[in-house]
């Protein structure tokens, strides 16, 4: 029988404190990969990187839809498009306000990514 190392595992991807260990010092589970393998590979894009990116900066916590797509030179419903793909992925929470949608980061996901992402400097490099 062969030794198992550590594995990790997602408890609340809201959390405001990471749950778990980062990857680079135990394994993951396939069930904590499943659930954030759609947030890593939405931010595979520059634009979807880029639309967050002004979302999780904006000053007052949130954005209007009508501040984000003169950012780009691309129409209306691709933006549209990639701000699904970022709500979808859990990476976002939009509202409806009359005939704008306001845009907010869920930090708690953006901090569990950041930590399972995170690496310790080491001395044997």
Not at 71 to 81: Q, R, V
Not at 101 to 106: D, P, T
Request: charged share 20%.
């Amino acid at each position: 029988m062969s030794k198992q190392s550590a594995v990790l595992t997602l408890t609340d991807l809201n959390a405001s404190e990471p749950c778990c260990s980062p990857i680079a010092q135990q394994r993951i589970q396939a069930e904590t990969a499943a659930m954030l393998a759609p947030a890593f590979k939405a931010l595979g894009d520059p634009v979807r990187l880029r639309l967050l990116s002004m979302i999780a900066s904006a000053s007052e916590g949130e954005i209007c839809v009508c501040d984000l797509a003169p950012a780009f030179d691309l129409s209306g419903p691709t933006i549209s498009h990639h701000l699904k793909t970022l709500r979808e992925a859990g990476l976002v929470d939009a509202e409806r306000r009359g005939t704008w949608v306001y845009y907010r980061a869920r930090r708690g996901l953006m901090r569990q990514l950041a930590a399972l992402l995170a690496v310790e400097e080491s001395t044997n490099v």
